[in-house]
């Protein structure tokens, strides 16, 4: 007989009460008092009364615009060309360094441009580096996310099978997750060096053909590197997840598929995905959030570089929060990253409902 202790919501909410008041604490209360820092000028360390300033640290990040800049001419109107036969145009500074015909572009810096025809289209931005942090962030996750996914849901296929040795097998394809970032971002920015394990196995490989070169020193490779790293690590945690998924199908599902003669990719479509549905919801929520908090891998390895081809929205946030000692830029930062992690979530839950 149920006693009158489990069967109370009042003995349930204060059995919950310990968990909901450390939510509260280091997560609700410090996410308002950064939305409330990222209001004002709040420096780490300063001498000056903080002030309240609206929206303009928002204002700073986010403003981005496209200056249209038509080439040079000559006294006859002829286009003006350089030694290698390429236009001429004039400096963005000229149009973003006091200059009273173009104050919207007062303080921009040049992020990228295009041409269009002799027309070239110039991106220009107040914060160039945050905006280069969230396209990093933004390709980091369109990436890892289903790459992640996929090959963690291959992964689960595999070990989901009464074979003898197979915990073995589990454990060595979840080993990687117990393993500290730090120590494993270590260890890969040593395989990615020069002089690394990973130059010295291809250029084995293509019988000397292949040339060294410094993974994580390039800005072409540097971020494609650190993405292939980060799969590699945390795969074994969200093949758990998927294990776990597989387990709570019934198997009479599949001995009902085996006895109507469904091929293997029919037993799978029909019988083992819909199975999965709640199990991918909770696998990419997962892994956009925890590709979207992507910090330590960047702080060990490149510290943001080259040329800020690896820099990411948390890793600005930290940046400027305690390196520039700018609390409110890190804050507001902060607090654009939760909406941004926020939308692709209720996104992705849209997208994967049930129809």
Do not use: C
């Not at 059995?15 to 509260?24: D, E, K, N, Q």
């Not at 060595?172 to 002089?195: G, N, Q, T």
């Not at 029909?270 to 709640?278: K, Q």
């Not at 908090?293 to 800020?308: E, H, K, R, S, W």
């Amino acid at each position: 007989m149920a006693s009158k202790l489990t069967t109370s919501n009042r003995a349930g909410w204060a059995f919950a009460l310990p968990g909901f008041g450390l939510i509260a604490l280091f997560i609700v209360v410090p996410f308002f008092f950064a939305f409330y820092l990222s209001l004002t000028n709040q420096r780490l360390i300063s001498p000056n009364p903080t002030e309240f300033v609206g929206l303009e640290n928002y204002r700073n990040l986010l403003s981005i615009s496209v200056l249209s800049i038509e080439p040079e001419v000559d006294e006859t109107g002829a286009l003006i060309r350089d030694a290698d036969g390429n236009l001429a145009y004039p400096r963005v500074r000229t149009f973003t360094r006091d200059n009273p015909d173009y104050p919207q572009y007062a303080g921009m810096r040049e992020w990228f441009r295009w041409h269009s025809g002799d027309t070239a289209k110039v991106v220009v931005a107040t914060d160039v580096v945050f905006w280069k942090s969230l396209r990093n962030t933004l390709m980091f996750v369109l990436v890892v996310a289903p790459v992640q996914g996929a090959l963690a849901l291959g992964l689960a296929l595999l070990i989901n099978q009464k074979l003898r040795g197979i915990n073995i097998y589990r454990a060595i394809y979840f080993m990687p997750v117990v393993v500290s970032i730090v120590v494993v971002s270590l260890l890969w920015r040593f395989l990615y060096a020069e002089e690394g394990l990973l130059n010295s196995i291809l250029s084995a490989f293509s019988f000397g053909l292949f040339e060294g070169r410094d993974w994580l020193g390039d800005e072409n490779t540097a971020l494609g590197a650190i993405k292939a790293m980060s799969i590699w690590q945390a795969v074994g945690f969200h093949m758990v997840i998927w294990l776990s998924g597989l387990q709570t199908i019934s198997p009479t599902l599949y001995e009902a598929a085996s006895i109507e003669g469904a091929s293997k990719w029919q037993t799978f479509r029909y019988v083992t995905w819909p199975g999965l549905r709640n199990t991918a919801v909770l696998v990419l929520i997962v892994i956009t959030m925890q590709a979207f908090a992507l910090f330590a891998q960047i702080d060990v390895m490149t510290n943001g570089g080259p040329l800020d081809s690896t820099t990411t929205v948390v890793f600005q946030a930290v940046e400027r929060g305690y390196g520039k000692q700018d609390i409110s830029g890190g804050s507001a930062i902060s607090v654009i990253l939760f909406l941004l992690v926020l939308s692709i979530s209720l996104i992705q839950r849209y997208l994967t409902r049930e129809k």
